[in-house]
């Protein structure tokens, strides 16, 4: 079956510092999606892009759908980032989310 | 306003016992679906419906019962708890089982003891 993996599986940064959150897939995707889930337990969908480069605020994605990769580029990182970061990619086959195992960001003041 | 409820937030119930998670979505979307997140594994995906008919079953298990009373509520029905179903289950909708612009709600928190 499709398979995510992310890495790392945790970050720590002082606010102000950039962080770069990787996803790597095991099969084609028609759609890729990168998610926050709040401490409090939350989702919000945060950007979708199944290939190129797409920005939103201090957010920048970059997918390489031929190598199976997407990368999470977050600027100028501040304490309210914090939270787990999730991947998911869909396949219209399937109609459904598969996500990864998140990556775990804490911002520091 | 939340666009998706789901009742209870949180939710305790006995070894053996049965819970109903409840789930409405004011969206206007036709599909919806249910998610699980453990602490052992990743979100993952349990049951879809589109126009109140089950797409897709994930769910290994006949003690997962969804079940659509109305176009925009998706319940879960959960028979004979065990420990291991402690989990916090996230309900979702899109516009139609095609489109990947998922709405998640705020999960129901369970704990089964």
Redesign the interface.
């Known amino acids: 079956g499709q398979q995510v993996q992310q890495s790392p599986a945790s970050l720590v940064l002082q606010e102000g510092e950039n962080a770069e959150l990787q996803c790597n897939f095991s099969s084609t995707a028609t759609q890729l999606q990168w998610f926050y889930q709040s401490p409090g337990g939350s989702l919000v969908s945060l950007l979708s892009n199944p290939s190129g480069t797409k920005h939103t605020g201090r957010l920048t994605s970059t997918t390489v759908t031929k190598e199976r990769r997407s990368s999470l580029h977050i600027s100028s990182s501040q304490t309210t980032d914090s939270g787990t970061y999730l991947c998911a990619i869909y396949n219209n086959a399937g109609a459904k989310l598969t996500f990864g195992g998140g990556t775990r960001l804490t911002v520091r003041p | 306003d939340p666009k998706i409820i789901q009742k209870p937030k949180y939710l305790v119930a006995v070894t053996g016992s049965e819970k109903i998670l409840i789930c409405e979505q004011y969206l206007g979307h036709n599909a919806m ?1 249910w ?1 699980r997140q453990s602490a052992k594994k ?4 349990m049951f ?1 419906y589109s126009y109140q008919k089950l ?2 079953n ?1 769910t290994a298990s006949s003690r997962f019962q969804p079940q659509s009373s109305k176009k925009n509520h998706l319940d879960l029905q959960i028979t004979a708890l065990k420990p291991d179903d402690s989990a ?1 289950y ?1 309900c979702a909708s899109s516009q139609d ?2 489109n ?5 709600g ?2 129901t ?1 369970l704990l089964v003891i």
């Open positions: 679906y998610y990743p979100l993952e995906f879809s797409m897709d994930q916090t996230f089982p095609a990947s612009d998922y709405t998640f705020s999960g928190r």
